[in-house]
């Protein structure tokens, strides 16, 4: 609290009074404010969130481009260019035990992070919406099935789902989406079915079913829209989880094989290789990291500027 | 209350038995033998090999003979090492990986309970987010990006611990440390956020108008009531030690649970990726059935039994 000392005198002549006419003064100005607008400029007043977004955007740019900025290839060898310490002139990101250009190779490999990242998001957006609305929809003995189908399924490790699908098929981009589409929808079901639950009982639902709406109506028009900024919110942070799994389980060699890259098993050849050529490491995981961060960072903004009860 | 635990236990045991039957099925068509060099080997070495490990029995009765043995404990024997039951190798290397969790959480306890409430208590100052950069980091650093680096650092260039093995207590500090990250990160934002809550409420304004010491506040009222939902975070905990322990491990060369299991992946020994994975499910099945079980119990304004939201 300011408080001042300042002793302000008001005469008559420091005022003059507004001319409106009654028509005027009963306009609404401005264009109302939707939710998405409204959150988009909260969104936008939160610095660190837009930065992130800003790196989201430019990691994406360069799993795209980056790989085209160089006239080599991620799987080009050539023994003659063993080992070259990064530079401007030659190697942006120095090249590996084959010659092959880290920079092609870590852009690469990023977009196999980012296309977990949209498997991951289409799984989420298609199954676990529409099994959790279904589920929360018709209640009773529907949901009691589908639930306990999900508890079995979330019982089951993710963990050991990916090496056993590992196993068995190669180890690879497929195994890996498999692993993660058996799975990784099951935390967002939940989270809509509890959502839809609660929104069943209240009013505005009640009253379009009494005006005739049929189930897909009410659960497109009505449902849907009320928990989508739940589910974004919950992908923000799922996705660097899937993200950081991919990598996880190429570093323990049972993700994607060589000579295809990914940050994780790139990261693994870095480690074993890091006394020598800490580079081989460095840039691979700097990648990842900065992935996760920006879209945990992300994630926080999103939660800050869609959930109405962090509204101030 | 009671009725809803064994209703609980009872999934859960139908959790573990559809694992293990799904797990057991799947290894049967792995591509390859588990007899190495088979094409070296005579018919009839071959047949005695198979007969050792009931491996000439059509397949449902390995089935039934494997699931009446975990009835009974016994987890069947490596193909490797001489035959060695599972669960004598499991016993071995067992206290190990406890010994560095149990590291992990003491620590990583320690430092993310600081971190979440120096957060909370200084809200919006530049502790609080240097505190939540921290986690931040914490969280978004992985397990194998850190220790490389831990071992690069500390140990080379350093020269502080030991890089690899496990000998002392002193080989135990590094990958502890490592493992200890995500925890300390979890439970910093977590703390904050639930004392940021507390601090809000009436009690705690009413225990300052009391006249209580600013100290006294936040122990007595603060701190006990935000303790309580920790329990809820006990599931991403042990799934993050888990999948932490496979890859520290693995990295230091520590003869735990984690580097056996990765090992036994590539060596194909089934019965000890089996036996394994059915202990790592009953991690995971085990912290589920007590996170929903203890939340009931601790926090009397949540009622789990019989609340059909």
């Not at chain 1, 008001?10 to 409204?38: H, M, N, Q, Y």
């Not at chain 1, 030659?90 to 035990?97: A, C, L, S």
């Not at chain 1, 800050?304 to 509204?311: I, N, V």
């Not at chain 2, 600081?114 to 992985?142: E, H």
């Amino acid at each position: 609290m300011e408080t001042s000392n300042r002793q302000i005198t008001f005469t008559p002549d420091l005022f003059e009074p507004v001319e409106r006419s009654p028509e005027e003064a009963e306009k609404i100005r401005g264009a109302p404010v939707g939710f998405w607008g409204d959150a988009w400029r909260r969104l936008k007043r939160n610095r660190i969130a837009v930065a992130a977004g800003c790196v989201i955007i430019l990691i994406l740019a360069l799993a795209v481009v980056g790989p085209l900025l160089t006239p080599y290839t991620s799987i080009g060898q050539d023994l003659d260019r063993q080992y070259k310490t990064p530079s401007l002139s030659g190697f942006w990101f120095g090249t590996d035990e084959f010659g092959r250009s880290m920079f092609d190779r870590v852009w690469v490999g990023t977009r196999v992070s980012l296309y977990i990242a949209a498997l991951v998001t289409a799984m989420d957006m298609c199954v676990g919406m529409a099994y959790g609305a279904l589920s929360g929809y018709y209640g009773g003995k529907v949901d009691n099935i589908m639930q306990r189908i999900v508890e079995i399924l979330v019982g089951i490790p993710i963990l050991i789902v990916a090496i056993l699908t590992m196993l068995i098929l190669e180890p690879g981009i497929l195994s890996l989406t498999i692993a993660i589409g058996l799975t990784g929808w099951t935390s967002s079901a939940r989270l809509i079915r509890g959502q839809v639950l609660r929104l069943k009982e209240q009013e505005f639902f009640l009253a379009s079913r009494s005006l005739g709406a049929n189930t897909f109506r009410l659960i497109t028009k009505h449902l849907i829209p009320n928990v989508f900024y739940i589910l974004i919110i919950t992908l923000m942070y799922t996705v660097p989880t899937a993200v950081f799994f991919e990598a996880f389980l190429s570093f323990i060699g049972l993700g994607i094989q060589p000579p295809a890259a990914s940050l994780g098993a790139l990261i693994n050849d870095g480690a074993h290789q890091m006394r020598f050529y800490p580079y081989m490491l460095i840039f691979p995981a700097a990648v990842l990291v900065t992935i996760t961060i920006s879209f945990r960072l992300l994630g926080d903004g999103l939660r800050d500027a869609l959930d109405p009860r962090m509204r101030q | 209350m009671l009725k809803y635990i064994l209703k609980r236990l009872v999934n859960a045991f139908l959790v573990l038995f559809i694992i293990t039957t799904v797990t057991w099925f799947l290894m049967q068509l792995l591509p390859g033998s588990p007899i190495q060099n088979a094409e070296k080997l005579t018919a009839e070495q071959e047949a005695q090999v198979g007969e050792q490990y009931n491996l000439d029995k059509p397949l449902p009765v390995q089935y039934a003979l494997y699931m009446t043995g975990l009835v009974r404990g016994d987890l069947g024997n490596s193909y490797l090492y001489g035959g060695t039951p599972v669960t004598s190798i499991i016993l071995d290397r067992l206290p190990v990986s406890m010994f560095l969790g149990t590291q992990a959480i003491v620590v990583g306890l320690v430092v993310g309970l600081f971190l979440g409430i120096v957060g909370a208590l200084k809200q919006n100052s530049i502790w609080d987010s240097g505190a939540a950069f921290l986690a931040v980091l914490g969280v978004s650093v992985p397990d194998f990006v850190l220790a490389p680096l831990a071992q690069y650092w500390l140990g080379l260039k350093l020269g502080i611990f030991p890089i690899a093995f496990f000998e002392s207590w002193w080989h135990s500090v590094l990958p502890s440390l490592v493992l200890s990250t995500v925890v300390a990160a979890v439970i910093a934002t977590f703390t904050r956020t639930e004392m940021l809550e507390v601090l809000g409420q009436d009690y705690v304004t009413l225990a300052k108008a009391k006249g209580l010491s600013k100290l006294a506040v936040v122990l007595k009222h603060v701190l006990r009531n935000s303790m309580i939902p920790l329990v809820t975070i006990m599931l991403p905990l042990t799934a993050a030690l888990v999948t932490g322990v496979l890859i520290v491990e693995t990295v230091f060369s520590i003869p735990g649970l984690g580097e056996q299991f990765v090992r036994s992946i590539f060596e194909k020994d089934f019965p000890i990726i089996m036996g394994t994975t059915i202990l790592f499910s009953v991690f995971f099945v085990a912290s589920y059935l007590l996170q929903d079980i203890l939340y009931g119990l601790i926090d009397p304004r949540i009622r789990v039994a019989g609340n059909r939201e």
